[in-house]
C-alpha cells in the first residue's frame, strides 16, 4: 500500500493518511486498541536500547482520569477532552547503564510516539500530539518520579465533524495539509546545500 511522491519515491499511505483532527467523536477506544497503540511504541529504536518512554493514559471511561489528565491542557486544546482517550507521554532523562543524562531521550520518545501514530492509523484512529499543557501540573498530579520529564500530551479517537469546532478551529480543520518541500528540510553535505 504505496503512493507516488513527485519524484516517483513510494510513500507508504500510512503516512500519508496520519493526520491530527481537532473534531472528534465520542466514540470509546478501546483497552485493546490502546494497548495495540503502546505496543507500537515499545518497538521504537532508542540510543543504549534505553527505551526511556513511558505513557500515563486515561479513556472517557475512566472518567476521574480522564479530567486529571484533561486539566492538564491548555484552554486552546479543550477540544482534545472529546476525544475517546488522552495520553501523555514522558522521557526518562538519565542512562540505567551509568547515570548519565541521555541527551536523546526526547529523540526516542519521539520515535516510539511516531509508531503509536502509524499504529493508531493503520487502526482506523486518528492521534493529535499537544505541546499546550502544564508538564509541571503533570509531573505533581501524575506523580511522575524524579529522572522523568512530561514531553507532550496526545488525544487519540476517531475523526469527528469539523463542523461542531468553533472558529478559528473549524477553518485549520478544513485547510490542506501542508508540508514544507524538502529543499527546506534536507541538505546534502553541509546546512542549507542543495
Known sequence: MTTVTENSIATHTLIEN???????????????????????????PSAMNEQPWRFIYATKEDKEVFEKLGSLLVEGNNWAKNAGALFVSIAKTKYDFNGSPNKHAWHDVGLATGNLLLQATELGLHVHLMGGFDAAMAKQELGIPDGFEAVAMGAVGYAGDPESLPEPLKARELAPRKRKPLRELVFKGQWEQK
Not at 21 to 33: K, L
Open 18 to 44: 496520519r493526520w491530527s483532527p481537532r473534531a472528534f467523536t465520542n466514540d470509546p477506544v478501546s483497552e485493546e486498541q490502546l494497548e495495540a497503540l503502546f505496543e507500537a511504541a515499545r518497538w521504537a
